[in-house]
């Protein structure tokens, strides 16, 4: 790669857990801080990052579909992926973020958002949980497919969270 070329990271977020979205976002915007053009693919259980609707809610078309949105939650429902507590750890691991003057996943994803970080979501996920663009805040770039994803990601690291 040649120097003058701007260094790339993508990243595939396919947990929706709370400690590895923190890991996500901890990298997406601490390289972006540092120029590199960050691109994040969020598939599967990785949407509910993105989604619009914060808290539980009945998204997706089909009843099906509707109650995987309800079950999957959104941000202020993901769960540690280890000793969850009963979905008490996310709380209690922002409260100690905070305490210790570390960004909690709240503030990575919006510095991520002003680091102008490209969130795509995944198409075929979307489509399977009977998803569409409108369900995901208007910060993602765009719905794409695999493809798109690898031309978008070419040249630069790919890592797998």
């Not at 979905?87 to 958002?113: D, H, Q």
């Not at 102008?116 to 998803?131: K, R, T, W």
């Amino acid at each position: 790669m040649n120097t003058s070329e701007k260094k790339k990271l993508s990243i595939i977020s396919f947990s929706g857990d709370f400690d590895k979205l923190v890991a996500a976002f901890t990298l997406a915007s601490g390289s972006a801080a540092v120029n590199y053009e960050v691109n994040i693919f969020f598939t599967f259980w990785g949407l509910n990052a993105i989604k619009k609707k914060k808290g539980r809610s009945f998204t997706g078309k089909g009843a099906l579909a509707r109650i995987f949105g309800f079950l999957m939650g959104g941000v202020n429902n993901v769960p540690l992926s280890r000793l969850n507590f009963l979905g008490a750890s996310p709380g209690l691991m922002t409260f100690l973020m905070r305490k210790r003057n570390v960004a909690t996943l709240k503030e990575l994803i919006e510095a991520s958002i002003a680091l102008n970080v490209n969130l795509y979501a995944c198409e075929m996920s979307m489509h399977i949980l009977g998803m569409t663009k409108d369900d995901f805040i208007p910060e993602i770039k765009s719905v794409i497919g695999v493809a798109n994803f690898l031309q978008y990601s070419e040249g630069g690291d790919r890592i797998f969270i």
